[in-house]
């Protein structure tokens, strides 16, 4: 018996263990027998295999089931949508426990820390959605005597949902957006972390779901991945994950001209002034990038200070960080620092931080190597670990400082005014996210002003909230998720013109 089996009979045996693709709610094998296999990042050990989407005959039958559902869902009374959202977010609630430890254990994410934090996301995004859903309307207007324009927002039909290893469930309730305006979906679960989202499709089925209306494939990104977004049947991509994907996803939905949403990958920077309250700039940078291990496009992971604060700054947050970011076993009520997705990027990280060396950086803390609590425990010794590393003396043309990591890796350098500042935080091809440390509220809001970017925090980073907008420009993406701009992201807009008079 695998260890994802051993986590649904400990739920009562409610729910099985579920093969890898979910057609009109039902659990389908593979047309070709093609199987993933998954792994516990912590420990190395291979957790179970799920059936692998074929990139032919899956995906078509997939979505083929989302196209038939789709004039059904549209015509549901938005009333018993709301109603099947609130359902579907309190099952999901109520399974916390079940859904929370599959997370953790396919994503290595520490279960106490953040995976019951990633599933109270879950149930609040769906909540949040729910309220939208009988609340969406056009406009409507006479622009003369006799006649009457109005707008309509109409649903497009079936959308591609293609989501990440980092938040497996969080990224996947943000895309039923789709759902909520009147879309049937089907959603390419990342190939590294295929487990949570087939879980939770019990939870559809068991809320009242209709068949067809929400559809999962397993598979890898090159080929399953790619064969969802150049098919013909699908009306929309919404995309998370890399800028290099991003960009082969945006070419190959030009096949028929689908639009899509990409959110894609971050270099944000968080700047720190001299007149900032410092203790707290502390706290939020550690959060900003070695929360979620680093893997976070939105991660503030290049910190740069006023010269006249910086080496107090680095000596506090080595301190905060060696206090409050632990490592140990997934199951530590205090654990904060986890394993990467896979031994690749664990070799990758770690690669990036040699790099940084090798140009000039000082090691504050952290580095390449296994941390002694990981090396010296047998189970763990093999899981994918990369300490907390804080490089600092980096200069803004740095490898370090230009590229995305995704670990938990902070580059820190020095400017020397607001000019000088400004100029180091637009200086990227990225644009999804950028932070302010400063008392001077004008100058932080002439730096939100000016700073390119789709999201600033003000003495804060990373933070969210759903009824704000989440995406970025330049090489960040385009289009956005959650609150009212990520609703209009997933409809068309039907122009209507009423005459009452004659010619």
């Not at 969406?136 to 290893?165: M, N, R, W």
């Not at 894609?264 to 203790?279: N, Y």
């Amino acid at each position: 018996m695998s260890l994802f089996q051993e986590i649904a009979l400990a739920s009562g045996d409610k729910y099985s263990q579920p093969l890898g693709l979910f057609i009109d709610n039902e659990f389908v094998a593979s047309s070709n027998g093609s199987v993933l296999v998954t792994t516990n990042p912590a420990t190395g050990k291979q957790i179970t295999q799920v059936h692998a989407a074929d990139p032919g005959k899956d995906v078509d039958k997939a979505v083929k089931a989302a196209r038939k559902a789709f004039k059904p869902w549209k015509s549901v009374p938005i009333t018993e949508k709301r109603d099947l959202f609130l359902k579907l977010a309190q099952l999901v609630k109520e399974n916390t426990q079940l859904l929370a430890q599959v997370e953790s254990l396919d994503s290595g994410k520490p279960l106490h820390t953040n995976a019951y934090g990633d599933i109270d996301g879950v149930v609040q995004t769906l909540t949040y959605l729910a309220g939208w859903i009988d609340k969406t309307s056009g406009e409507a207007f006479s622009p003369s005597p006799g006649k009457l324009c109005y707008t309509l927002h109409q649903p497009l039909g079936v959308v591609g949902c293609i989501i990440p290893f980092n938040y497996p469930l969080s990224m996947m309730s943000w895309k039923w957006t789709a759902i909520a305006t009147g879309n049937t979906a089907v959603f390419k679960s990342a190939h590294q972390t295929p487990l949570s989202i087939l879980v939770f499709a019990q939870l559809v089925v068991e809320a009242g779901f209709p068949p067809g209306v929400f559809n999962v494939i397993s598979g890898e990104g090159g080929t399953v991945g790619d064969a969802l977004v150049r098919h013909l049947g699908v009306d929309k991509i919404a995309f998370t994950g890399s800028t290099k994907v991003g960009q082969l996803v945006q070419s190959h939905a030009a096949v028929n001209l689908k639009p899509v949403t990409l959110e894609c990958g971050g270099k944000s920077p968080l700047m720190v002034f001299e007149d900032a309250d410092l203790e707290e700039a502390v706290k939020w940078a550690a959060f900003g990038i070695f929360h979620n291990m680093g893997q976070i496009c939105s991660g503030t992971s290049r910190c740069f200070v006023q010269e006249s604060k910086y080496e107090e700054f680095l000596t506090k947050l080595a301190a905060h960080v060696t206090a409050n970011f632990p490592l140990g076993s997934l199951l530590g009520e205090d654990i904060v620092v986890f394993p990467q997705i896979t031994k690749a990027q664990q070799e990758r990280v770690m690669s990036f931080i040699d790099s940084g060396i090798k140009e000039g950086c000082r090691v504050v803390l952290g580095g390449t190597g296994l941390p002694e609590v990981i090396a010296n425990d047998a189970v763990l010794a093999n899981g994918y670990y990369v300490r907390p590393t804080i490089l600092a003396d980096v200069k803004p043309h740095y490898k370090i400082a230009q590229e995305e990591v995704f670990g938990p890796v902070l580059a820190v350098g020095t400017f020397c005014d607001y000019d000088d500042a400004l100029r180091i935080a637009n200086d990227s091809q990225y644009g999804l996210g950028a932070g302010i440390f400063s008392q001077d509220i004008k100058k932080c809001h002439e730096f939100a002003d000016e700073v390119e970017s789709g999201m600033v925090w003000i003495n804060s980073s990373n933070d969210l909230d759903f009824h704000m907008p989440f995406g970025g420009v330049k090489m960040s993406g385009h289009g956005r998720e959650l609150g009212k701009y990520g609703l209009l992201n997933f409809t068309n807009v039907k122009a209507v013109y009423v005459n009452m008079c004659k010619l």
